[in-house]
Every structure is written in C-alpha cells, then in structure tokens.
C-alpha cells in the first residue's frame, strides 16, 4: 500500500499526527486515545498497514 493512501485514510477516520521519530511518524486516535508508528517508506506492507489501523481502532483500508 502506498504510503499517501495509508495515512489519507487515517485522517478520513479521525487520527492525527502526533509526533515526528527519527524513522517513523506517530498517529493516535483521540476517539479512542491509541497510537500507533507508521514508517517512513514509500510502499508499506498490507499487513503492516492492517496491524497499524487495527492499533489504532479503526476499519482496514
């Protein structure tokens, strides 16, 4: 899954960035207040991409 697409649909579902790391960007939902890290790379693997959304409470993209 390309990265864009992933967090488009994060923000779609509320969550907002919470921090810059040195590799990664941290999400968290304050719906439900959960975070989650979503690295910094072009393509991300749809597993990771699942386990992110599922981390933070909200449907797979």
């Keep these: 899954m390309n990265r864009r697409a992933l967090l ?8 907002e960035l919470l921090r810059e790391g040195s590799r990664h960007s941290i ?9 989650s890290s979503v690295p910094r790379h072009r393509e991300i693997v749809d597993k990771l991409a699942i386990k ?6 909200i449907p797979e993209p």
């Design 8 to 15: 488009k649909h994060l923000k779609q579902y509320g969550c």
């Design 52 to 57: 992110i959304c599922k981390d933070l409470g």
């Design 27 to 35: 999400y968290w939902n304050p719906a439900n207040r959960r975070t």
